[in-house]
């Protein structure tokens, strides 16, 4: 298919952009295609494209990356992250934006290792003593003595 026609197809709803086109979209240098496939597309198509904008790399697509940066799909807000990274903003705004999300994602991560840890991880199972089961004991030590 023809990368226009792809674009405009997409636009229309009717189809989503493969890897190979937001590749060259890339090349290109189509900022504009690729911001409104970070904003419009599925979840694959909108990580490749937060890719793509940090090797093209230009300021003006900070806003649709910082917006794309709260996605609900890990991996699209990791690529958004990655790309404001790599874009080298001076804002502080953005430098603390960034520190935060990046922290927040460790913390994710970190969560599944432990959970991982967990799941590998025999229990042990530790049995209290019982007043019951110490005098239930007692009184049959006591039955097997003769009696008097």
């Known amino acids: ?78 690529a958004a992250l990655n790309a404001l990274e790599a874009l080298g903003c001076n804002d502080d705004l953005v430098i603390s934006i960034t520190r935060k999300r990046f922290n927040w994602v460790k913390e994710i991560r970190d969560k599944e290792e432990q959970r991982n840890v967990k799941k590998d991880k025999k229990h042990n199972i530790y049995r209290w003593k019982r007043a019951s089961k110490e005098s239930f004991d007692r009184v049959k030590e006591q039955l097997k003595k003769p009696m008097r």
């Open 1 to 78: 298919m023809n990368h226009p026609f792809t674009y405009i197809l997409f636009k229309l709803k009717l189809v989503q952009p493969s890897k190979d086109i937001i590749l060259d979209w890339m090349d290109s240098g189509a900022v504009d295609k690729l911001e409104y496939a970070l904003k419009h597309g599925n979840y694959n198509t909108r990580q490749f494209a937060a890719e793509a904008l940090e090797h093209v790399g230009r300021p003006s697509s900070i806003p649709t990356l910082l917006h794309a940066m709260n996605d609900n799909i890990q991996n699209v807000s990791i």
